[in-house]
């Protein structure tokens, strides 16, 4: 059997996109602008709480390194209870 191209004869489906690449070439440079809401920069920076916190992990690694850590068991049981219980 033989098949033949039978009405689509010189048909390009992506045309249209590369007659608008053309264009765009033609007319200059496309210019993309990205912007970031304040919400986005808010996230960006380090909060107060953040830095408190980063603050307070390094004093206790260097309490861990120096080998002057002391774990309160009944400091932690405490909280453990507490958690569980309303």
Known sequence: MKIN??????????????NKMEQVNKSGKQVYKVEISGAAKEMQQLSSIEKERQ?????????????QYKIDPEKISTSIMKYYRP
Request: net charge positive; charged share 25%.
């Open 5 to 18: 191209n039978i009405g689509n004869h010189g048909i390009n489906p992506y045309k249209k996109q590369m």
């Open 55 to 67: 603050a307070k992990v390094e004093q206790l690694k260097k309490q861990v390194e120096n080998g």
